[in-house]
């Protein structure tokens, strides 16, 4: 009987290697995947004040459709060119929440005569949102 000197052994499991490029690659994936978390989170914030701003905004339109034709003034007299202005607003006031500043400008006989274009802005007072809401409204005269 001969006896072999030469040993084959076979290589069962991982070298040290393998194991260090295999727990990179993983961090790598577990990093992007918490940063697509965080993206989402902010993102989600801002739809929820959009929405918010949107509610205020819908509110104060109701508010204004309610009220007395008579009693909805272009209290600057600037007719439909100040329909944006907020530095002059025709009226403004703050949310119940405090979150937003809500203006709102009328042009009397614009576009056609016994009508009335309500213009409500919706600004964010924590500056999440980039810009204003703007929302519109036209109201006639009732008969």
């Keep these: 009987m001969k006896m072999s000197t030469s040993s084959n052994f076979c290589e069962d499991g991982f070298t040290l290697i393998e194991a260090l490029i295999?727990?990179?690659?993983l961090s790598i994936?577990?990093?992007?995947?918490?940063?697509?978390?965080?993206?989402?989170?902010?993102?989600?914030a801002k739809a929820s004040t959009l929405t918010m701003g949107s509610n205020r905004a819908m509110e104060m339109i109701e508010e204004l459709i309610e009220a007395n034709y008579d009693d909805l003034v272009d209290s600057d007299?600037?007719?439909?060119?100040?329909?944006?202005?907020?530095?002059?607003?025709?009226?403004?006031?703050?949310?119940s929440d405090?979150?937003?500043?809500?203006y709102w400008n009328v042009a009397e006989d614009y576009p056609i005569e016994g009508c009335k274009?309500?213009?409500?802005?919706?600004?964010?007072k924590g500056m999440r949102l980039s810009n204003?809401?703007?929302?519109?409204y036209i109201?006639?005269?009732?008969?």
């Design 22 to 25: 295999a727990m990179c690659i």
């Design 29 to 44: 994936g577990i990093l992007s995947l918490y940063s697509m978390h965080i993206t989402s989170i902010v993102n989600n």
């Design 77 to 95: 007299n600037d007719g439909e060119a100040g329909l944006d202005d907020l530095v002059s607003a025709d009226d403004q006031v703050d949310s």
């Design 98 to 102: 405090g979150n937003f500043t809500i």
């Design 117 to 124: 274009i309500l213009r409500v802005h919706v600004e964010d």
């Design 132 to 136: 204003v809401l703007t929302y519109q």
């Design 139 to 143: 109201r006639e005269r009732n008969i």
